[in-house]
C-alpha cells in the first residue's frame, strides 16, 4: 500500500494536512498531552479542552490579525448553516442582504437567506458562465452584502477584498488563512473547516458583534452568534477532534512563517500550475485570468478523448482529486495550503508527458 505521503492530495476538500497535524491528532486520539485519557472522552469543560479553544481563536486572531472588536467561534453545522446564521444576524427587521452570485456556493447561500427575510442579487455570475468575478455594483438599502470570496467549484476568487459601500459578510470556506483580511470592510466572516484549516465538523466564525442587527425577536439559540460568543463557543458540546485539529495547523502555520509564508507558497504553486495550463497544448484553463484562483485551478482537455488517459496517468503518479465537479466537468487542480510545491510539480509533469506522447 503506498503510504499517505506519497500521495499527491488535490482534493477539493476535505483538503490535504500537514502531516506533523495528522499524526499530532491521531496522537491526542489514543492519549491527550499524557493525560491518560483521549481527545475524544475528555469534558471540553475540563482545562485541556478550554485551553485548546482559547489557543485556537489565538492561533486565528494571531495569523489573521484580527481586530479585537471581532469575536472568533467555532461551530457546527458547516459554512451551509452558515448561510442561514450569518443571514438570520444581519438582517434587520424589515431590511435586506445583497448577494454577489459568483458560483454555486454563493447561490446556496442566497437561496438560504430567503428563508429569513430579504435577499437580492447584486451581481449574476451566471452571465459570465461563472468564469470571471464581476465588479460589486453599489449596493442600495441593504444592510450587508454577502460574497463568496473563492468559488471552489468555478476556480474563481476575488482579487482581494472588494470595495463596498456596506459591511461585507464573506464566505471564506476555500480560501481561509490563505491571505490577510481587511477587517474594516467585514461584519463577519465564516469558514468551514474542511477546505483549508482542518477535518470536517466546524466551521470558524469572526464577526463584529457591533454589527449584528437589532431585531424585536430573539433568534432561536443555536442561530444566535453573540449567544455562542458569550458562551466561548461552549453554547453545546464543542467538535472537539475538528478545533483540535484545526488549532494544531494554525499553530504549524505560526511556527512555519505564518500568513506571508503561506501566501508566498501558494502563489509559486499557483504560478506554476497556470504557466503549466496556459503552455499545454492539450489544455486550456476554465476561469478568465484576472479572476483565477490561487486554490482551485480548473481547466479542460482541449479534446475530450485525453481525459481517460490523463486520468489513468495521474492515478499511476499517485495524484489523486484531481477531477472537476460534477456540475462544471473538466479537471480541477486544488491547491490547499498544505499541498506542497512538488505535488504541482508531479502534475505538471504528468501534463507534459501526455503532451508529447498524444499532443
Ligand atoms: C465547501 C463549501 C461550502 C460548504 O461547506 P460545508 O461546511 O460542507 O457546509 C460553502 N462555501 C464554500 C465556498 C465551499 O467551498
Not at 274 to 295: C, H, K, Q, W
Not at 300 to 311: C, G, N, R
Request: aromatic letters at 8%.
Amino acid at each position: 500500500m503506498v503510504s499517505n505521503t506519497q500521495i499527491h492530495n488535490f482534493s477539493a476538500g476535505p483538503c490535504i494536512l500537514p502531516q506533523s497535524v495528522m499524526e499530532q491528532a491521531a496522537d491526542a486520539v489514543r492519549e491527550l498531552d499524557g493525560s491518560g485519557l483521549s481527545l475524544i472522552e475528555i469534558s471540553h469543560r475540563s482545562p485541556a479542552f478550554v485551553a485548546i479553544m482559547a489557543e485556537a481563536q489565538d492561533n486565528a486572531r494571531k495569523l489573521l490579525n484580527v481586530p479585537d472588536r471581532f469575536e472568533i467561534l467555532f461551530l457546527q453545522g458547516g459554512a451551509s448553516l452558515g448561510f442561514l446564521t450569518t443571514a438570520c444576524n444581519f438582517l434587520s427587521d424589515g431590511g435586506s442582504l445583497d448577494y454577489a452570485i459568483t458560483g454555486t456556493w454563493s447561490k446556496k447561500a442566497y437561496a438560504e437567506a430567503k428563508h429569513v427575510g430579504q435577499a437580492h442579487m447584486i451581481t449574476d455570475g451566471a452571465e459570465f458562465g461563472f468564469r470571471k468575478i464581476p465588479k460589486l455594483p453599489r449596493s442600495s438599502s441593504a444592510d450587508a452584502v454577502h460574497i463568496t470570496t473563492n468559488n471552489t467549484i468555478f476556480g474563481t476568487q476575488y482579487a482581494g477584498d472588494p470595495i463596498c459601500d456596506k459591511p461585507l459578510i464573506g464566505d471564506m470556506s476555500s480560501d481561509i488563512f490563505s491571505r490577510s483580511i481587511d477587517f474594516d470592510k467585514y461584519a463577519c466572516i465564516y469558514a468551514g473547516a474542511q477546505k483549508n484549516m482542518g477535518p470536517a465538523g466546524t466551521v470558524m466564525y469572526i464577526f463584529d458583534p457591533a454589527k449584528v442587527a437589532s431585531q424585536e425577536a430573539a433568534l432561536p439559540s443555536y442561530f444566535d452568534l453573540k449567544l455562542h460568543a458569550s458562551k466561548d463557543s461552549m453554547f453545546n458540546t464543542p467538535p472537539v477532534f475538528a478545533i483540535y485539529t484545526s488549532m494544531l495547523n494554525m499553530r504549524w502555520m505560526l511556527e512555519n512563517g505564518g500568513l506571508a509564508a503561506v501566501e508566498k507558497r501558494n502563489r509559486a504553486k499557483a504560478d506554476m500550475m497556470y504557466a503549466e495550463i496556459d503552455r499545454n497544448s492539450l489544455f486550456t484553463g476554465f476561469a478568465d485570468v484576472d479572476s483565477r484562483s490561487v486554490m482551485n485551478a480548473t481547466f479542460t482537455a482541449v479534446d475530450e478523448s485525453i481525459e481517460p488517459v490523463f486520468k489513468q496517468r495521474c492515478a499511476e503518479a499517485g495524484i489523486n482529486g484531481v477531477n472537476g465537479h460534477k456540475s462544471v466537468g473538466g479537471f480541477r487542480a486544488s491547491m490547499y495550503n498544505a499541498l506542497p510545491l512538488e505535488s504541482v510539480a508531479a502534475l505538471v509533469e504528468v501534463m507534459q508527458e501526455i503532451e508529447r506522447t498524444h499532443g
